[in-house]
């Protein structure tokens, strides 16, 4: 661990939080795809499509050509939803941490190094649904430095930040899909409260969910 730093962002850093929060989301583009394949309403599209083609048209190949062009079509609105929430997520903080994080009372941006690389980002800020608690939020670490600790490092950094400001607990909200973020978060000592569905239409139709996280401080005095 004497290679680990965890400091505050410095402007110098931007191009490297913005690569590593963009590879890590991009990551989340195959296991959403495999989540939206398994939903029913998906299934049943499938399924009709193919049945309908193969009644009409009496021949294989049509109904899954158009299958195929289908979970193609799938993929590729997986991949621009993700897109589309990376851009947002520029536009709204990423593109002004030192204004959103380090210039606002109660927040601040960390990142990881590495040998001196930049591998790593969290943040946290007041937490707009939970009042009176700090949100954890842009956590991501690089593939390629993953199983180091670095993330467990990250947690402790915002942890610590909270406590020492008298807040009771952190919150956070992570995807359905993001498997491995909730094993960090549940190892952690942070307790699922709930799940619900994103209110956006696609959303709605995908049953992509979030799952909201909580660690209360107090309990760990």
């Not at 591998?119 to 180091?148: D, N």
Request: proline content about 3%; hydrophobic content about 40%.
């Amino acid at each position: 661990m004497a290679a680990l730093k965890i400091r505050k962002y410095q402007k110098d850093d931007e191009e490297a939080v913005k690569e590593t929060f963009t590879l890590g989301m991009s990551e989340h583009v195959p296991s959403s795809f495999m989540h939206l394949l398994k939903q029913p309403l998906t299934q049943m599209v499938m399924m009709c499509v193919f049945c309908a083609l193969l009644a009409s048209s009496r021949s294989i190949m049509l109904p899954v050509m158009a299958v195929t062009l289908l979970l193609a079509g799938a993929r590729q609105l997986v991949g621009y939803l993700f897109t589309s929430y990376i851009d947002t997520s520029l536009r709204k903080d990423l593109n002004h941490i030192q204004e959103t994080y380090l210039e606002q009372k109660n927040s601040c941006f960390w990142v990881a190094e590495w040998e001196g690389r930049v591998v790593g980002t969290v943040a946290c800020l007041p937490a707009e649904r939970e009042p009176g608690c700090l949100e954890l939020k842009r956590m991501s670490v690089l593939r390629t430095h993953r199983g180091r600790g670095i993330a467990k490092a990250l947690c402790r950094t915002v942890a610590e930040f909270t406590q020492e400001r008298g807040f009771p607990a952190v919150v956070l909200y992570t995807s359905v899909v993001q498997t491995d973020a909730q094993k960090l978060y549940e190892h952690m000592g942070y307790t699922k409260i709930r799940e619900f569905v994103i209110p956006e239409l696609v959303a709605k139709i995908t049953n992509f969910s979030l799952i909201e996280y909580r660690l209360d401080l107090q309990k760990q005095d």
